[in-house]
């Protein structure tokens, strides 16, 4: 095994990782934001209709791109094409850590609470709520500042629910 391999090898091995990481992540939020739904039936995602489509369309890609590489990593593994896994392990990591990108910075709207991605706020316990002109909120929540980003949500609907 030349130097080269051993390298190339090495990067493929913390590619994989990263993968693990990012689908883990991916998965965790998914859970999260089943099980809240699931807890407080009024909760609804905050989409407006591009953000909407987005997402439908970028999950769709999601899905079939994860199970597409996992094929591609059974079948690289059958026939050892190692060419064949590396570039299926980086196009999987790349697609999983895009996602988990996305997914993070969703808004889910409830009658008394507010979930963007993992982290669940209640309405009555936000302070110095202000709307930036560059697409993001900036409030107050735990004596704590936090921004979320607003470029594919119903800006108009988080207002309305935040004067409440």
Do not use: H, P
């Not at 407006?48 to 987005?54: A, D, L, M, Q, S």
């Not at 709520?129 to 119903?154: A, C, H, P, R, W």
Request: proline residues 0%.
């Amino acid at each position: 095994m030349s130097f080269s391999e051993l390298i190339l090898n090495v990067l493929t091995f913390i590619m994989f990782i990263i993968l693990a990481w990012f689908s883990f992540m991916t998965a965790n939020i998914a859970v999260t934001i089943f099980r809240q739904k699931k807890r407080d039936k009024s909760m609804k995602f905050c989409f407006n209709r591009g953000g909407g489509i987005f997402f439908i369309i970028f999950t769709i890609i999601f899905v079939v791109g994860y199970i597409g590489g996992f094929i591609a990593m059974i079948i690289s593994f059958n026939t050892d094409n190692l060419i064949m896994l590396r570039i299926a392990i980086n196009l999987l990591a790349l697609l999983t850590f895009l996602y988990s990108l996305a997914i993070s910075n969703v808004i889910l709207l409830g009658s008394k609470e507010m979930m963007i991605g993992r982290m669940l706020i209640d309405y009555r316990k936000m302070k110095k709520i202000s709307y930036g002109l560059n697409g993001k909120v900036t409030f107050i929540y735990s004596q704590k500042e936090y921004t979320f980003t607003t470029q594919f949500t119903d800006l108009q609907e988080i207002r309305r629910t935040l004067k409440k």
